[in-house]
């Protein structure tokens, strides 16, 4: 069973406007979340990350929030560009101790085209 | 600086030979990570080194998967007697130190086995 899930397989949307990307997960052990970029035959770039403790966090253009009471976590992206256009997958770190803490679990991805 | 390259980008096998792909992490990255990724889907962990310690193999989906990381840097992820089910990228990641757990990934090696 997948433990962060992303239900969106893609998602449109115009130049200038706002892209809300999605994440749900079941582990309520995971307590750190972090979102990457990828493109085409290379591998996922990170983007920005939010700790458990907090429910917002912001870098730019990017936002993260995350709803711990319902296991919810989503990616804005404010404006939108046409160089945003990529697959965008979240991932959990697990609040374990030892050496199982350091694994990311990912989402499946939801691909952003950016429409100019 | 540098980020993590690894080799050969792209590799096919016939179906029961042994490959080898390399990893060279981030100069002064102290954990090094493996992952799968199949088509359609997101990558998942394979196994991991904090140095040249493998503390987490959990990931390696049998026994002809197998890691080293000698000198606590480059890391080489061997198959053996490869399956048409190894076709995968195989994407390599390193982190520093300390509470900064974001991973920073390699551009993968596509593996295809026919």
């Known amino acids: 069973d997948q433990q962060v899930k992303q239900n969106s397989p893609s998602l449109s949307v115009q130049e200038g406007r706002i892209s809300i990307l999605n994440c749900d997960y079941t582990?309520?052990?995971?307590?750190?979340f972090l979102w990457y970029k990828k493109y085409p035959a290379e591998g996922p770039t990170f983007l920005i990350s939010i700790s458990s403790i907090k429910d917002k966090n912001e870098d730019g253009r990017f936002t993260v929030f995350l709803n711990k009471s319902a296991k919810h976590l989503s990616l804005h992206i404010v404006p939108s560009q046409p160089g945003d256009s990529a697959v965008y997958f979240c991932a959990a770190k697990g609040a374990y101790s030892g050496a199982g803490s350091y694994q990311l679990t990912f989402g499946k991805g939801t691909k952003l085209s950016v429409i100019p | 600086g540098a980020g993590v390259s690894q080799s050969p980008r792209y590799k096919v096998a016939k179906r029961g030979q042994d490959v080898a792909l390399r990893c060279d992490p981030i100069?002064?990255?102290?954990?090094l990570f493996w992952y799968q990724q199949a088509l359609g889907q997101g990558p998942e962990f394979l196994t991991y080194?904090?140095?040249?310690?493998?503390?987490?193999k959990s990931g390696l989906p049998s026994d002809r998967f197998f890691a080293e990381r000698p000198e606590g840097s480059v890391s080489t992820l061997k198959i053996q007697r490869t399956q048409q089910e190894d076709s995968a990228v195989y994407l390599c990641?390193?982190?520093?130190?300390?509470?900064?757990?974001?991973?920073?990934f390699g551009p993968g090696t596509r593996l295809t086995v026919t």
């Open positions: 080194f904090q140095n040249e310690a493998q503390l987490d």
């Open positions: 100069s002064g990255h102290v954990s």
């Open positions: 582990n309520s052990m995971f307590d750190y």
């Open positions: 990641a390193s982190s520093p130190t300390g509470n900064r757990y974001e991973q920073y």
